[in-house]
């Protein structure tokens, strides 16, 4: 039996894989992976989230990004594409990326949840996320219920709150409901 090479990765060679794969991967201390393929029901939430977003910030100074964009938490170094992103002030690019296609100041980040990736977005990421300094709000919208768990910082302490019926879902942090 042999055991497979693990290969490191500097966040500039990760930049340039990212370039040319079909596949989006996350990045953490040099090490590469691919994310999970979202379902219908995954992708069909994200594109629902992104117009109403953009539609309650229309007076606001804030884009709204899809998962395309890659956000980078600079305290811990993941590099990651949630499925939905809000800027509400300059985008700060990493200057670890050669490309200029990382940023590192998101405002709200929008992650749906799926069977496969739940446990690590409600746990790992979560923490990473909210080491974010620019970071006032965190979404986790269940794919199989009327769930949506929003978090928020206040003086700097994350707290949260869960909404589990039809209505509005608060986001104080950007003064505005969804």
């Given at each position: 039996?042999?055991?497979?090479?693990?290969?490191?990765?500097?966040?500039?060679?990760?930049?340039?894989?990212?370039?040319?794969?079909?596949?989006?991967?996350?990045?953490?201390?040099?090490?590469?992976?691919?994310?999970?393929?979202?379902?219908?029901?995954?992708?069909?939430?994200?594109?629902?989230?992104?117009?109403?977003?953009?539609?309650?910030?229309?007076?606001?100074?804030?884009?709204?990004?899809?998962?395309?964009?890659?956000?980078?938490?600079?305290?811990?170094?993941?590099?990651?594409?949630?499925?939905?992103?809000?800027?509400?002030?300059?985008?700060?690019?990493d200057p670890e990326d050669?490309?200029?296609?990382?940023i590192t100041n998101p405002?709200?980040?929008?992650?749906?949840?799926?069977?496969?990736?739940?446990?690590?977005?409600?746990?790992?990421?979560?923490?990473?996320?909210?080491q974010i300094e620019s970071?006032?709000?965190?979404?986790?919208?269940?794919?199989?219920?009327?769930?949506?768990?929003?978090?928020?910082?206040?003086?700097?302490?994350?707290?949260?709150?869960?909404?589990?019926?039809?209505?509005?879902?608060?986001?104080?942090?950007?003064?505005?409901?969804?």
């Open positions: 039996m042999t055991v497979a090479a693990r290969q490191q990765f500097t966040f500039r060679e990760y930049v340039d894989l990212e370039e040319v794969s079909t596949v989006k991967h996350e990045f953490l201390e040099g090490l590469v992976w691919a994310m999970a393929g979202g379902t219908p029901d995954h992708a069909g939430i994200a594109a629902n989230v992104t117009p109403l977003l953009a539609n309650a910030l229309a007076d606001q100074p804030c884009r709204v990004f899809s998962s395309d964009l890659r956000v980078r938490v600079t305290a811990t170094g993941l590099g990651t594409y949630p499925d939905v992103t809000v800027v509400c002030h300059e985008l700060e690019l050669h490309k200029g296609h990382t405002t709200v980040l929008v992650e749906v949840l799926s069977p496969s990736t739940e446990d690590y977005d409600r746990g790992e990421k979560l923490d990473h996320y909210r970071l006032e709000s965190i979404l986790l919208i269940a794919h199989d219920r009327r769930s949506v768990e929003v978090w928020t910082k206040h003086e700097g302490a994350w707290a949260s709150q869960t909404a589990t019926s039809p209505g509005a879902v608060v986001l104080p942090s950007l003064g505005c409901q969804l």
